[in-house]
């Protein structure tokens, strides 16, 4: 069955005639909590997502369970928005033998399909004792996984893989912390053969002072690719007085050097608003891990964890988010 289509409406613009609104949340939102799991779970949020050959949106879900400990675990739909097929048991759990760099469970998911292999591959978060630190996955069918181990090491974590070779090597955005940073960054990293990891570099720093990504930026879903560019969606965090706030960005990176930014958006462009998106077990959060496209690759499916508690979707055109960044200096 086809993939759903989008119920775009008009956008809404500011006075001065620019686009205000880009994201639209879907009426049902949310579409999927832990009272829709098969088995017992105290949240499911941040899912990765793709669609299948035969159309279906699969979602791959981070999981916690009532230890704490997160897992993920994939959800199927033939519309992308309800009546989904969960997995009876998790899909793909952390390594919680003596010793392991997952003994505190694997987390916030993202998935990038590489045509080269004709696997999806999964980069995720493991958490253990030296804290977290980025890791990959390979899989053909989201039943059987090919851990290739830890790319990254620790503190690190929001990676996602561009989905070809750039310049003949692979190239992963991911977020590194340090405790000597004032704010962390998001960085890019090259390899050959998407174990040995090499050319590091600083892509898009936090803004300073009172800028809504004033402490800490980090990748959201993988990058998409336009023909302007590739679109980045970071979260930006401002910490106040009460904790810290969620919200998205936008910027476009060159297709041939993504180092290079063409554009890079002032205004956060989705926060959170809604009852379920403000409050849960992390408040004030808006997280997405993935993305679907429409059926003319002109819309955006994006599924986001709200408030670290539930799963829900927004959608945007993509005409209309290049035609925002153009306004911006």
């Not at 369970?65 to 759990?93: F, K, V």
């Not at 899989?139 to 989905?163: C, H, N, Y």
């Not at 554009?263 to 998106?277: A, K």
């Not at 003319?296 to 499916?301: P, T």
């Amino acid at each position: 069955m086809a993939a759903f289509r989008n119920p775009i409406h008009e956008p809404v613009r500011s006075h001065n005639g620019h686009i205000h609104e880009l994201f639209r949340r879907h009426h049902e939102n949310p579409i999927l909590t832990a009272a829709d799991w098969p088995y017992a779970a105290n949240t499911v949020f941040n899912p990765a997502a793709t669609r299948l050959a035969d159309g279906t949106t699969l979602l791959l879900c981070r999981v916690e369970d009532r230890r704490g400990i997160s897992h993920l675990t994939a959800a199927r739909s033939q519309n992308g928005i309800r009546n989904w097929q969960i997995d009876p048991t998790p899909t793909l759990m952390p390594d919680e033998g003596p010793g392991s760099d997952e003994c505190w469970g694997i987390e916030d998911p993202r998935i990038t399909f590489l045509d080269e292999f004709q696997s999806y591959a999964v980069t995720y978060t493991g958490f253990a004792h030296a804290g977290p630190h980025v890791k990959i996955a390979m899989t053909k069918d989201f039943v059987e996984f090919e851990r290739l181990g830890s790319i990254m090491p620790p503190d690190d974590k929001d990676a996602a893989l561009f989905p070809t070779r750039i310049g003949g090597r692979w190239a992963l955005i991911h977020r590194p912390v340090s405790p000597f940073q004032e704010a962390a960054d998001i960085w890019i990293s090259y390899s050959p053969d998407l174990v040995h990891w090499g050319n590091h570099q600083v892509l898009l720093e936090a803004r300073r002072g009172a800028w809504w990504d004033a402490a800490k930026v980090g990748l959201n879903p993988p990058p998409l690719r336009t023909e302007e560019g590739w679109l980045l969606f970071y979260h930006g965090v401002r910490r106040h007085a009460s904790g810290s706030l969620y919200r998205l960005g936008i910027a476009l990176l060159d297709l041939e050097d993504p180092t290079k930014i063409i554009r890079r958006g002032n205004d956060w462009v989705f926060g959170p608003e809604e009852h379920y998106e403000r409050v849960g077990d992390v408040r004030d959060v808006v997280f997405p891990c993935g993305y679907t496209l429409s059926d003319d690759n002109q819309s955006i499916n994006m599924y986001y964890g709200a408030a670290d508690t539930s799963i829900a979707l927004a959608f945007a055109s993509i005409p209309e988010i290049l035609e925002w960044l153009l306004t911006q200096h």
